[in-house]
């Protein structure tokens, strides 16, 4: 990561770990349409031998998609690893979305990994590390870990949190990574200390990272994570219950 980028996200900013999460992360209760106009969308058969569920691929855009490619209704989710509304939203949300929306060929979802802050990079670098069909999973796991993230850079304290500073550009990461426990949790999941830490040091792919944050940032106005989208239109909701209520309007139902 060049030093312009880096100062993007301030490290520093990480000597108030418990705030981190809350950094350009908000909540709204507000929409989401109770009347049902749409007509009721048939449930597509997925394709043979698998479930809808299962079919994940990674867009054009850099986000991750599972389900129908061609679902009438299409989600998108702007979110970030290190943002507490989008682990609220994830536990309320993913099984119910997974297995009685995305399931039955309805609905698409694809999640678009935002950097709020600077534990964002570590989180996306090594969420991203396997197969693209294992990072919406991985997410899902990491925001219902998230708590125990802040618990480990709270017991870290603040002088161990402010040695990160004095650490070359380059080993920043993999040092926050460490700290947080970050490395730990996706390594019981499947991503070897060795792979690991070669994502986490790969600079072009935590340059990218960076670069379409930035870009979907400013191309879709998000003002705040977790942003969502459906059918192309900005939500003026990001908690299930009014989405729930959007998706069956439009006839996944």
């Known amino acids: 990561m060049t030093a312009p980028m880096l100062r993007r996200f301030a490290f520093a900013a990480a000597l108030a770990p418990l705030a981190l999460g809350l950094a350009a992360c908000s909540k709204s209760e507000d929409g989401g349409s109770a ?26 855009e850099g986000g991750y998609r599972i389900g129908n490619p061609d679902a009438p209704i299409k989600v998108l989710e702007f979110g970030a690893l290190s943002c507490s509304h989008c682990a609220e939203f994830s536990e309320t949300a993913s099984a119910e979305l997974r297995d009685s929306f995305v399931s039955t060929g309805r609905v698409s979802y694809e999640l678009r990994l935002v950097m709020n802050n600077a534990l964002d ?13 294992a990072v919406v999973p991985l997410a899902d796991q990491f925001w219902a870990w998230q708590k125990t993230m ?16 004095a650490l070359p550009d380059a080993q920043r990461p993999a040092a926050l990574a ?37 870009g979907w940032l400013k191309t879709y106005d998000v003002q705040g994570t977790p942003t969502f989208f459906i059918n ?13 209520a959007e998706l069956e309007r439009l006839g996944a139902r």
């Not at 870290?156 to 990160?164: I, V």
């Open 35 to 60: 009347a049902l106009s749409g007509a009721p969308i048939a449930k597509v058969a997925p394709p043979a031998g698998k479930s809808w569920a299962e079919v994940t691929a990674v867009t054009p």
């Open 121 to 133: 990079i570590p989180a996306a670098l090594l969420a991203t590390c396997g197969a693209p069909e």
């Open 150 to 165: 802040f618990d480990n850079l709270k017991n870290a304290g603040d002088a161990k949190m402010q040695s990160l500073s």
């Open 178 to 214: 460490q700290l947080a426990g970050m490395d730990q949790f996706f390594a019981a999941r499947g991503v070897a200390a060795d792979q690991g830490k070669a994502c986490l040091t790969n600079q072009a792919k935590t340059e990218g990272l960076v670069k379409s944050s930035d």
């Open 232 to 244: 192309g239109k900005k939500a003026d909701f990001n908690t299930w219950q009014p989405m729930k």
